[in-house]
């Protein structure tokens, strides 16, 4: 029943992994908001959740050049209170457009482009365009408080605000290790420079019969040679409830992304109670969490780990804690209620 709701129209152009479940959760934590989806599955990345009943209406669009066109068409009939555009192309494409009314636009990111490890010409255009962008919505809001706090650099004037990404309850718990295996060690993943395939494949080589380690997912064909090499077992990309199973028989969760949102793998591990360890980015170091800064640092605090050192394991305890109660339900609810309203009053 979406009487007398507000109309909320989610848009992205890089609908699967992560993005999927982080739009996902927004819909879930504010009922009372009629939300429908225009978006752009990429392809090998979906999760088995694009065709969510989650939505009032669902429009899937191949990535060609008529996309562009039919999302404006679809606009158009929806007639929404709020635009709320999820990734850097749909934030691009969108907000330059003229037909967009931008007094309605939200803006979320999921990782800023000009975080990547670009050229640096490259990079501070794509700074540049963010930051004349962001005249053209209403409200940024990062996913986190990094991607916020970020975002209020470009305009002092300019409505930012975090929405702390969560994960569903999962009934699932990291299983007991039995002693006769090595610890598993694993990161969840598209094979992307951004995912920080060469920084994991690393310290698995530097930790090489010492520990199991797994990628879970697929992408970069050179990244999935690196990564074999180096002796860690790729999955390649696989359905959700694949992910999860994985994920359960891991002893420890590693994160090495170079650059991200606050990704939706890291607190579907710590909700399974997994000790969390991170590679030191924004997005972590921004809600005060535990980092490492290069390969040597992670490879001795892995070792120091795997031997059970108590501060060690403090340490990425702590991380799993933090996590579970900041980036909660009621935490994100409040949040959208927040954004929305800085548009619908």
């Not at 860690?232 to 650059?259: C, I, M, N, P």
């Not at 009621?330 to 548009?343: Q, R």
């Amino acid at each position: 029943m979406t009487l007398n709701k507000k109309t909320i129209v989610h848009i992205t152009e890089s609908f699967g992994g992560g993005v999927t479940t982080a739009i996902n959760t927004y819909v879930k934590n504010s009922p009372s908001f009629a939300h429908h989806l225009i978006a752009v599955v990429r392809e090998g990345d979906e999760t088995g959740e694009e065709e969510s009943n989650l939505f009032a209406s669902s429009t899937l669009l191949k990535r060609d050049f008529t996309c562009l066109k039919k999302c404006l068409h679809r606009i158009d009939d929806l007639k929404p209170d709020v635009i709320h555009i999820h990734s850097t192309y749909a934030g691009l494409f969108l907000r330059i457009h003229p037909k967009i009314d931008t007094q309605k636009v939200v803006y979320t990111p999921h990782g800023f482009a000009f975080l990547r490890d670009d050229h640096p010409i490259l990079k501070k255009a794509y700074y540049l365009i963010e930051k004349v962008l962001s005249k053209r919505c209403k409200v940024i809001a990062g996913c986190g408080v990094d991607e916020a706090n970020i975002a209020q650099a470009f305009n002092k004037n300019l409505l930012t605000y975090p929405l702390v990404n969560i994960c569903e309850k999962l009934d699932r718990h990291k299983l007991a290790n039995k002693s006769e295996r090595p610890l598993k060690i694993g990161m969840v993943g598209r094979i992307t420079a951004q995912k920080g395939y060469d920084f994991f494949a690393k310290v698995a080589k530097k930790l090489t019969g010492k520990a199991e380690f797994i990628w879970i997912g697929g992408g970069d064909e050179k990244g999935n040679e690196l990564l074999s090499q180096a002796g860690v077992r790729v999955t390649g990309w696989v359905k959700r409830q694949s992910v999860l199973d994985e994920l359960e028989h891991l002893d420890v969760y590693f994160h090495t992304a170079a650059w991200d949102g606050f990704p939706v793998s890291v607190l579907e591990a710590a909700e399974m109670n997994l000790p969390v360890l991170l590679r030191e980015i924004g997005p972590f170091t921004a809600e005060g969490l535990n980092t490492l800064a290069d390969e040597d640092i992670a490879s001795n605090e892995l070792l120091l780990f795997l031997n059970g050192d108590k501060t060690a394991v403090d340490r990425a305890n702590f991380n799993t804690s933090m996590i579970r109660n900041t980036h909660t339900a009621e935490n994100l609810s409040n949040s959208i209620s927040t954004v929305y309203g800085y548009i619908t009053g």
